[in-house]
């Protein structure tokens, strides 16, 4: 079975410019969730899905974090404009579940620096 | 609101030693904890989880964990350690009772030293 696809894993912008990430989950999975990982702090969720729709973004800096989920599969995270303290690991996950008993499944993440 | 402290950001064990990585959480109802290990520059791996029932869940590469609910901890162990076991560990807690999403303690860097 695929796992979660995640590309780049590395970008290096300089801030103000903009960035975007893409996410394949694992095929049947209706739950995709972008978490943000600074060094040396656990995962942050950024946003959830479910199937096309957003189930929770509470946690996203809306005036510059941006996603979506293209037909219920892919997903795509944006940032614009890009700030120094945006530097990170930006996880996406997929769970066959919602928000259950069921554990998430992780890619290996993008690496973001921003200068 | 649910939250997970790692008190630990540094374990280190000698191969061939048990393993304890300590975590305790805070909800409201009935937890669903969960253990993920990262590997550098990778992503996380599931390692195991506490749904309902037997307290000591078993898991992935040798690893269990112990739920207490008295002392609302969810400790992670491994009878004797490998050198490929190092590597950074993080406890997670969702309540089940609410609406939430899958909170992250800080994790804890495992050092299994040969």
């Known amino acids: 079975e695929a796992g979660v696809a995640q590309s780049p894993r590395y970008k290096i912008i300089e801030k103000r410019q903009s960035v975007a990430f893409w996410c394949n989950p694992i095929s049947g999975h209706a739950t995709l969730y972008w978490y943000q990982q600074i060094l040396g702090q656990g995962p942050k969720l950024l946003i959830q899905?479910?199937?096309?729709?957003?189930?929770?973004d509470s946690q996203l800096p809306k005036d510059r974090f941006s996603a979506e989920r293209l037909k219920g599969v892919d997903s795509t995270l944006k940032i614009q404009p890009a700030k120094l303290e945006d530097s990170a690991v930006y996880l996406c996950?997929?769970?066959?579940?919602?928000?259950?008993?069921?554990?998430?499944?992780f890619g290996e993440g993008s690496r973001l620096t921003v200068l | 609101a649910q939250s997970v402290a790692q008190p630990e950001d540094q374990v280190n064990v000698a191969e061939g030693n048990p393993l304890t990585v300590k975590c305790t959480y805070s909800?409201?109802?009935?937890?669903?904890l969960f253990w993920y290990v990262q590997y550098p520059n990778r992503g996380l791996q599931f390692l195991l989880k506490?749904?309902?029932?037997?307290?000591l869940v078993k898991g992935s590469y040798g690893f269990e964990a112990e739920f207490n609910k008295s002392q609302t901890s969810f400790h992670l162990k491994k009878p004797s350690a490998l050198v490929s076991d190092s590597a950074l560990y993080f406890c997670?807690?969702?309540?089940?009772?609410?609406?939430?999403?899958?909170?992250f303690g800080k994790g804890t860097r495992l050092s299994v030293i040969a």
């Open positions: 997670a807690v969702r309540d089940p009772s609410g609406n939430t999403p899958l909170v």
């Open positions: 506490y749904i309902t029932g037997d307290n």
């Open positions: 899905f479910q199937n096309n729709g957003v189930v929770d």
């Open positions: 996950a997929s769970s066959f579940l919602g928000r259950g008993a069921g554990e998430l499944f």
């Open positions: 909800v409201s109802g009935n937890p669903y």
